[in-house]
């Protein structure tokens, strides 16, 4: 029997509410991670059925503290944005990042990813400038798959995909209520999106629940076994460029703080943060959040 110890957390909790976030349980001790096999990995992460796990190992890059895997309960994925938060900050609560330190390095499938700590509970990352890509001309078959008429969407801005590390196609819809009544379909958003950059969707509406948001968000996944995520670092990087982009918010300057709600269909009400910084000739896309640990435990493995 093998003990290998990890941290349950809420990523991008709102202290307005007792639960929320999307929930990540870290496997932190690298020593015993190094036992597991990928089929473990994969077995383990089914059994905690969060949308992520990570996995904390030695990495063999110097200017990286760690190397970091993300499993979902379908694969392993290269990059996410809350396991990457949660992770850092499960890392310092167990003391292998020392409690003064504000920044370190972690290695991900996609290569290293900057982390500052904020504050006690507040981290910020750092992702990759921002790359727009295809539009997406004909829009009928998605939102035929999550539940929605075209007229939902917005005429003002286009439905395209947008990456700062995972492309996601970004949908404007006109209204909180339509975002409120998506009703996805794994199945037909995987064909619908057959053969496309990706099948993960993000759709939004400046319209929010609360007074301090700029826009309410949701997001799907269902090829990467996620159907629905209370809060997506790795959407929300995206979302704050494509924002920006094409100059969606008023009163708004580049650099200027955005606040995204996410979670509150799937009553985990979250609460994610995007700064998007020029530094010359490219864009600094940062993404932060509170983190709560909700537990810590022991996983018993044959």
């Known amino acids: 029997m093998r003990n290998i110890p990890f941290i349950q957390t809420s990523v991008f909790v709102d202290k307005r509410y007792d639960f929320g976030g999307n929930q990540l349980a870290t496997f932190w001790n690298a020593e015993t991670n190094k036992t597991l096999t990928n089929e473990e990995l994969q077995g383990i992460t089914r059994e905690m059925n969060y949308s992520e796990t990570t996995f904390v190992f030695d990495s063999k890059r110097k200017d990286c503290l760690a190397k970091v895997r993300i499993f979902t309960p379908h694969s392993e994925i290269q990059f996410a944005g809350h396991p990457t938060l949660g992770t850092a900050y499960a890392l310092r609560r167990k003391k292998i990042v020392a409690s003064k330190t504000d920044k370190i390095r972690l290695e ?6 900057d982390v500052e700590f904020l504050g006690k509970e507040i981290i910020s990352m750092k992702q990759k ?8 001309e004909n ?4 939102m035929k798959a999550i539940g929605l008429p075209e007229k939902s969407i917005s005429e003002d801005y286009p ?12 949908i404007p819809l006109k209204s909180l209520a339509s975002v409120q009544r998506a009703s996805p379909n794994p199945s037909l958003i995987v064909k619908a999106l057959q053969g496309e950059i990706s099948q993960d969707v993000l759709i939004f509406t400046t319209e929010t629940i609360n007074a301090d948001a700029n826009a309410h968000a949701r997001m799907f996944a269902p090829a990467s076994g996620i159907l629905e995520d209370p809060a997506t670092g790795s959407a929300i990087g995206p979302l704050g460029a494509y924002l920006e982009h094409h100059d969606v918010l008023a009163s708004h300057s580049l650099g200027d703080v955005i606040v995204v709600e996410q979670g509150h269909e799937m009553n985990r009400p979250s609460k994610l943060k995007v700064q998007l910084v020029r530094k010359k000739q490219k864009i600094d896309v940062l993404v932060s959040g509170r983190i ?8 018993y493995l044959k």
């Open 129 to 136: 400038s921002p790359e727009f890509l295809e539009e997406l």
């Open 292 to 299: 709560r640990t909700m537990a810590e435990g022991t996983f």
């Open 108 to 113: 991900l499938g996609i290569g290293p990813i």
């Open 139 to 142: 829009p009928r078959a998605i």
């Open 159 to 170: 439905v395209r995909y947008v990456s700062t590390g995972n492309a996601f196609l970004i």
